[in-house]
Structure formats: C-alpha cells, structure tokens
C-alpha cells in the first residue's frame, strides 16, 4: 500500500498531468470544481507512476480497461506481464491511498471523518440490520467513530469484489465494535465469501478512517509513503 498527500503544487501538477492518457485528461476536464479536478489528476498520475515502478513500463505507456461495473484494470492484451497484478486506489480530501497485490483481488477505501454526517440515517439506509443494531448499542459519543469504521471496511470490501455500489451494502456484515477482530463476518449471497476475504485497518492519521480487503489469508503487507 502508498499513501500520498495532495498537495496544490502546480508544477508536480503538471508532470502528472503529462503522464495521463486523452480520456483520462477529458475526465478531469469535466470536474466543475478545480480542486476535484487536481485531485484526479493527481490520483491518476500517481498511480500510473507507482505501477510503472513495479512493471518496469514508462507510466504515459500504461493502458488501462474497466471492468463491467466501472473497476479499472491493465489491459491484458497491451501489458500480458502484468496480468496477474491487482490494484485499487481512494482518496478523500487531502489523502489518496493506492493498494496492489499480485494474484489477487484487492479494494481500499478512506473517509475523512466529518462532524456532519448523519450517522443514523445513513446506518438505517445502508447497514445490515445486525449492524445497525450492534452501532445502536454503543454509547452516542462511540457512534461516530464506529460508524467509519464499519463503513470503510464495507467499500473496501465492496471495491476488492469490483462491484461498486451495485451490490448492496445491506448484503454483508463486517465486525467493527472496539474489542472485535478485523473481519467479513457474513454473506447473504454466499457463505464462501468469509473464507475467501481478509480486513485490515489502515492507521492513517487521526483524522481519517481506512480499510483494506484482499483475497486470502496470511498475508504479507507493506506501506509506504509518497514523497
């Protein structure tokens, strides 16, 4: 895993920006607010230069493909070397997080954890009902902090799947009390899936919340940081 901070320097900007391809300059073109657009192009730009460093390829060469649901991935047929390599990437606010693995299915997802969100609607809305039950029990002032934590794991695991919002996040159950180990504890689809997946917590500073899913267990894991 990296991390990155995105910063507002226009020159670092602008040779990330070199690197993307047509499309991928169009989508950031499209933003009607500049500092989503720098955001992208950062994301973007940085990803390809992470994964350039690992595939041994020149980042502006990287082409990429969607999946059916919107995940991207290298095309196969351009990079056949890298066709066992994973990846997901996420940013919120000034962070952005990039995740790999080799051979298998990997998401990540970071939240800045804001004051202002309404924690119980959107608990009602979206969580299994074990889930909001178990948030319902906690004291009001541990509410807050439970609720990002359930929540990021639910997209990582969501994003590692390359389903997106397409599969229902009152599907799955994820722990996320204080005292209960990182884990996808059920799914209504498929008991299977409890096996397949490992949770982590990403410790990113105090004011974001960050989770990683990936096929398999007993994992090796490294985290740097961009600079």
């Known amino acids: 895993m ?52 690992y595939l041994k390829e020149k980042p502006e060469g990287l082409q990429f493909q969607n999946t059916y649901y919107g995940k991207p991935k290298l095309d196969p047929t351009i990079h056949p070397r890298a066709a066992l390599t994973r990846f997901n990437l996420a940013h919120s606010k000034q962070l952005v ?43 009001a002032f541990r509410r807050h902090e439970a609720f990002f934590r359930c929540w990021t794991r639910k997209e990582a695991y969501i994003k590692a799947r390359g389903e997106g919002l397409s599969m229902p996040l009152d599907r799955f159950e994820v722990s996320f009390l204080p005292d209960e180990p990182v884990a996808l504890l059920k799914s209504a689809d498929d008991a299977n899936e409890v096996r397949r997946w490992s949770i982590k917590d990403i410790a990113v500073g105090p ?4 989770a990683l899913a990936v096929e398999g267990h007993e994992l090796k894991f490294k985290e740097f940081e961009w600079r």
């Open 2 to 53: 990296w991390s990155a901070w995105l910063g507002a320097d226009p020159l670092r900007l602008c040779d990330l920006e070199t690197l993307l391809s047509k499309e991928e300059r169009n989508r950031a073109n499209q933003f009607y607010f500049v500092e989503d657009r720098n955001r992208f192009i950062t994301g973007r730009g940085l990803l390809r230069t992470i994964l350039s460093r």
């Open 207 to 210: 004011e974001y919340m960050a």
């Open 97 to 139: 997080l990039f995740a790999l693995a080799n051979e298998r299915e990997i998401g990540i997802d970071v939240e800045y954890v804001r004051n202002d969100v309404d924690v119980e609607a959107l608990v009602t809305q979206f969580f299994a009902r074990n889930e909001a039950a178990k948030l319902r029990s906690l004291p």
